[in-house]
């Protein structure tokens, strides 16, 4: 399933990234080639559209992920 509203930090700078779940306890999320992340952002735009629910279809809070 595609997780919508991922954001990832590349060098500084915050942009889209695409994100799906490939199993019952991780999500991928796709960088462009030869770069890497600081930081993963869920949900952090103006009016999120939630797209990740745990089994009982309650909505994924907000998060932030280092990855250093």
């Given amino acids: 399933k595609q997780i919508n509203d991922i954001a990832i930090k590349v060098d ?5 990234a ?3 779940i490939t199993d019952a306890h ?9 770069t890497t992340t600081t930081t993963i952002l869920y949900c952090w735009d103006d009016y999120p559209t939630p797209s990740l ?3 009982d279809g309650i909505p994924a809070p907000q998060f932030e992920i280092s990855t250093k």
């Fill in 12 to 16: 500084g700078k915050y942009q889209w």
């Fill in 26 to 34: 991780t999500l991928t999320v796709e960088l462009p080639q030869g």
């Fill in 18 to 20: 695409k994100a799906t």
């Fill in 53 to 55: 629910y745990n089994t």
